[in-house]
């Protein structure tokens, strides 16, 4: 009977809301199965079920309701958990949400098909992430080092140039080892399509489209589709680095569009709701999307996730970046204030943080000084921007000499620091003597984190 | 055996027809794949069962198969090293047996080796007399730790037989002939329920202090041994790094980690680094009395609701032997998130934020299983689990259910604080919103290890500290010029306290761990300073020239200074140069 499924199409849709469809009468269905719907026009749609009792099912419907009907849809369980054909020829191509290609090209022959929500990774298998990638960023490679393996987010706002940053990113990113293999896995959910252009056309003007594979959902796609988005390029990335052993950069771009499709389905199935309407589960279903980064035991690929989201109305404790900051390593924030300034990246690097810098900086993966410069960089702009509430007070005439030190220094830190060009790409040593040039602007003995042997080393004599 | 029939599958919880005769919280086998799963409600003859692994793919119709016990731990020796996940099977087993880098479905590995021959060593002998808790033999299980085996509990009786040599953990070591003429066979695995509290004598007073070197905890806000403690923090503020160094260096003889529902790589972390960590107490390495529960945000959300059961009720076996364990949990946040999402998909009626109704119940039943205990069984043992939860707090509110129900009942609150995180400051602990309330019974302990001027010294520390608070707010609206110069004492004195002796270098091999007597000795040359800078103050002396003094870089240098070193030669030289540098201002002031 089960093998018979395949064929039995039934027409007992018994009711319809939002994305969901539900079938009566339905025989030998099993959960998370993928489902084809016909609509009465037709056209195909795919499905998954959600939720299955006896002979009840329900079915969330990936391109949406709309047009259907419950007199006139045939749906056709297909037996078969969700999966992608996977091969080598998709890099430099560019694939739609749900992983169709929409750049003209040919169709994908698959060398293998996997499930797209893979199986959780054994923590005995993995290995912690330790060498550093440059991304060319100041701001990212200093205080901030990203390693392969880390999942680090971008947290930004509305009208923040996180694409541009994105794009930089995705082109400049390398690991200082020759030899390796690298490659940019790239998942737009919910773009616009001028986004959509933006990113299709930077990638193709810089060359960067030849070591990625592209998917993009655009905002008027189905929201549903935005579930699979994700999980279909993070298994695309799976594949390239644990079965061909490249290293795999995948940006996940607007993470909070995704979690609104979420918000929509859980609505749709009259979920009791958690924080804010999210669904009480959203924890878990971010975890099983930014879980999957991370270097494993035997396996010469690594999987570096690179998510970005926006932060309604720029609150950091909405529940999508608070979530998204348990489950990842640390955070990139963008600033509105440093946007103001015309400061590009506007990275504010007081709340961010990457939780995995230490692994990847010091003596054999960047330089010995890194480590030490970067926190008395890091503890001397905190000050500089404490004085700068209390110079709005007293004014600056109050402070001291060394009060001003640090008050030049955060503004030049900004100025030169974090600011650079949207296609300067700067090496490490570049980022730290910067970082030393600019403590030569504070009185020699406030550098207390550093020991005396470095500031003998580094520290530009004046 | 009962033998159902799946009726309903919605994510990790499937209702199943047919299940008359099971019992709440017994052990089901879910589908043809025989995955596992627990009975969490019975109406009927239906039960709604959570799965601990992953459903996709099982369908209505499929079998459920009961296996007439509850969810249970095995006990026995082969546990310390062992990496679990949240149901106590062992990951590297799985790892081995699969082949893979991933966790498939329906793998069944047992928790002990079933091949290892441990060698058993008898302590008693034919014709003893023995109850349940009594040691009836020991297995040197790794370097540091003896496995002592116990008689399980209910068993009374005369040792008929006692053996020795090299056995399985499934061999008989011994028979009991109990009053009754019975003969029980005693094996060295015993199995426990683990929603069962394990029972004790008596509970005793919280008194000794747990020792973790670190110096705002143990200093301020002290855990006694068997207390209770918890680290809410937002993200980045350094909650996974002090639960760590508390693993690390405190002194428990075991510790069990529970990672529930926390990130992978940071389990990663602690798996390889655990093996690679000398112990300093033992000589060993810090995995050989260790035990890891490693239940991952992405591994099924079931496993990790009894990856804190699993966690506690090991723990309480080490402690039945008359160990020290220390138990640290990251995160019950997490674990409560479990329970809403399980209790969202009953569709049951949510209670303060959709946390279902009896989190506060459960969170309470959790914690009262730490204590320092009379252990059961003849002998006068005594044992002691502590517990420190981590919440995460969603945004960093405290006013949350999960943290607010938690402190209710925890007796110690180290208040993680992003804004110290965000300075640099670590431990990030926030020495104005923490508190412990072992203090007072513990401070004959360091009144008796340091000096009798311990609790002085801390007290007027903290006093400076709450001060500092209070006179930044006005340096905030006047700047520091305008105070008098006794405050700008303070204000320098307490600046010395958080840079020099609150703020901490988990890195510094030196630093990472300082011993009481260095912690005291460190905190007594700051409140010597203090008092000496006021007193020429006081005759005179411009508080900026106090600033100048040289003897403030020595003060910062001590926390990187070995303790022998320090208690011998560093710290009388820095006193006496407190003494002659301030008396030197008073010549020329």
């Known amino acids: 009977m089960e093998a018979l499924n395949k064929f039995v199409e039934y027409t007992s849709v018994s009711s319809i809301a939002g994305p969901l469809l539900i079938v009566e009468g339905v025989k030998g269905v099993a959960y998370g199965e993928i489902v084809e719907i016909i609509t009465p026009t037709g056209e195909r749609r795919t499905g ?46 560019i694939f739609d949400g749900k992983g169709r290609p929409i750049d003209g090209g040919p169709e994908i022959i698959p060398e293998k098909k996997m499930d797209i929500y893979g199986y959780p990774l054994n923590p005995v298998s993995r290995r912690t992430p330790e060498d550093f990638i440059q991304t060319g960023i100041s701001a990212i490679d200093g205080p901030n080092t990203l390693v392969r393996g880390q999942k680090l987010p971008i947290f ?28 940019v896995v790239f998942a737009a959910m919910g773009i616009t399509s001028e986004e959509a252009n933006f990113f299709m056309e930077e990638f193709r003007k810089t060359g960067a489209l030849e070591k990625a594979v592209v998917f993009i959902n655009r905002a008027d796609d189905p929201a549903i589709e935005r579930i699979l988005t994700p999980r279909i390029a993070l298994t695309t990335a799976e594949y390239l680095a644990f079965e061909k052993d490249m290293h795999v950069l995948v940006i996940l771009t607007d993470m909070t569009n995704y979690c609104e499709a979420l918000r929509e389905i859980s609505a749709a199935r009259n979920e009791i709701p958690g924080r804010r309407g999210y669904p009480a589960y959203m924890y878990t279903d971010l975890a099983t999307i930014y879980e999957r980064a991370g270097r494993v035991k035997g396996k010469k690929g690594t999987i570096t996730q690179l998510p970005i989201l926006t932060m309604p109305h720029d609150d950091i404790t909405h529940p999508i970046p608070d979530l998204t900051g348990y489950i990842t390593e640390g955070q990139i924030v963008l600033s509105r204030e440093l946007h103001r300034k015309g400061i590009y990246p506007p990275i504010d690097i007081l709340p961010s943080l990457s939780r995995l810098a230490s692994k990847g900086q010091g003596k054999g993966k960047t330089r010995e000084d890194h480590p030490k410069v970067m926190s008395q960089v890091y503890a001397a702009y905190a000050e500089g921007r404490n004085l700068r509430d209390l110079v709005a007070v007293v004014g600056e005439e109050a402070l001291t000499e060394r009060d001003r030190a640090y008050l030049k220094f955060a503004d030049e830190f900004e100025r030169r620091f974090v ?16 970082a030393w040039e600019l403590l030569t602007i504070l009185p020699r003995e406030e550098l207390k984190r550093i020991p005396e042997e470095l500031i003998e080393k580094y520290l530009p004599k004046k | 055996m009962v033998v159902g029939k799946i009726a309903k599958i919605s994510g990790p919880v499937v209702v199943a027809d047919g299940m008359k005769g099971s019992k709440m919280y017994e052990v089901v086998r879910v589908g043809e794949e025989k995955l596992t799963g627990e009975i969490i409600q019975l109406r009927g003859d239906r039960a709604v ?28 020796p082969g546990m310390l090293r062992a990496i679990y996940d ?61 496995h002592k085996i116990l008689v399980p509990l209910g068993i009374k009786g005369k040792i008929k037989e006692i053996k020795s040599g090299k056995f399985t953990v499934e061999d008989t070591v011994a028979v009991v002939e109990t009053e009754e003429g019975e003969e029980k066979e005693i094996k060295m695995m015993q199995k426990w329920p683990v929603r069962k509290p394990r029972p004790y004598r008596e509970k005793l007073p919280p008194v000794i202090p747990l020792i973790t070197g670190t110096r705002v905890i143990d200093t301020f806000f002290s855990l006694a041994k068997g207390g209770t403690a918890a680290i809410p923090g937002p993200f980045g503020s350094g909650k996974t790094v002090t639960q760590q160094q508390l693993a690390k260096w405190s002194d428990a003889d075991v510790v069990v980690y529970i990672g529930c529902g926390e990130r992978g790589n940071e389990m990663t972390e602690v798996i390889e680094e655990f093996p690679q960590l000398e112990d300093r107490r033992t000589g060993s390495k810090l ?20 990856s804190i059961y699993t966690g506690v009720t090991i723990a309480e ?88 129900n938690t402190l209710r009942i925890v007796k110690v609150f180290w208040a993680l604080d992003a804004n110290l995180a965000r300075r640099r400051h670590f431990p990030a602990i926030n020495w104005l919103q923490s508190y412990s309330l072992y203090i007072d019974d513990v401070t004959p302990w360091w009144q008796e290890h340091t000096g009798p001027d311990w609790r002085e010294l801390r007290d007027e520390a903290m006093r400076l500290l709450q001060k500092e608070a209070q006179l930044q707010e006005i340096v905030q609206l006047v700047g520091p010029d305008a105070l008098p110069d006794k405050e700008r004492v303070i204000l320098e004195v307490a600046r010395m306290l958080r840079e020099d002796f609150l703020q901490q270098d988990a890195f510094d091999e030196v630093d990472t761990y300082c011993p009481p007597m260095k912690q005291y000795m460190m905190l007594k040359i700051i409140m010597t300073f203090y008092r000496k800078a006021l007193e020429v103050v006081e005759k005179g002396v411009e508080p900026q020239k106090i600033l100048k003094v040289s003897v403030k870089r020595d003060i910062a240098k001590m926390k990187y200074i070995p303790e022998d070193k320090f208690l011998k030669e560093v710290a009388p030289a820095i006193l006496e140069k407190i003494e002659r540098e301030l008396e030197a201002l008073l010549e020329n002031p």
């Open chain 1, 48 to 93: 998954q079920v959600l939720e299955i009792s006896e002979d009840l099912a329900v079915v969330q419907v990936f391109e949406g309701t709309t047009g259907l009907s419950t007199d006139k849809t045939r749906v056709r369980f297909t037996g078969e958990t969700p999966k992608i054909g996977v091969s080598m020829e998709m890099l430099g191509r």
């Open chain 1, 156 to 183: 930004s706002g509305s009208g923040l140039p996180h694409n541009q940053l994105a794009v930089q990113i995705a082109r400049q990113a390398k690991v200082r080892k020759e030899g390796e293999q690298f490659a």
């Open chain 1, 419 to 434: 600011n650079q060009g949207k296609d300067e790409e700067r090496s490490i040593e570049e980022t730290l003597d910067l």
């Open chain 2, 49 to 76: 069962i959570q799965v601990y692994e992953e459903t996709t793919g099982i369908k209505p119709g499929e079998p459920v198969e009961g296996t007439g016990t509850p969810l249970s731990v095995e006990l026995g």
């Open chain 2, 86 to 146: 949240g149901i106590q099977r062992p990951l590297t087993e799985i790892e081995t047996k699969t082949g893979s880098i991933f966790i498939p479905r329906g793998v069944t590995v047992p928790a002990l080796p079933r091949d290892v021959k441990w060698d058993f060593v008898p302590t008693v002998n034919e014709g003893d007399y023995v109850e349940g808790g009594d040691v009836i033999g020991t297995v040197k299980e790794t370097k540091p730790i003896v």
């Open chain 2, 287 to 306: 995995i050989d009395r260790t035990i890891l529960i490693a239940n991952t945000s992405n591994m099924p959300v079931a496993a990790r609701e009894a």
């Open chain 2, 317 to 404: 076996y080490f402690r039945d032997m008359g160990y020290g364990v220390l138990l640290t949990a990251d995160s019950t946040s997490r674990w409560a998130e479990a329970m809403r999402e399980i209790a969202g998909r009953l569709e049951e009626m949510p209670g303060e934020e959709g946390y279902p109704a009896y989190l506060a119940s459960r969170l309470a039943q959790f914690y009262e299983r730490a204590g320092r205990v009379k252990c059961e069984g003849s002998g006068d043992k005594e044992g002691f689990v502590c517990i420190v939860g981590a919440v995460s707090p969603p945004g960093g509110d405290f006013s949350e259910p999960v943290t607010s």
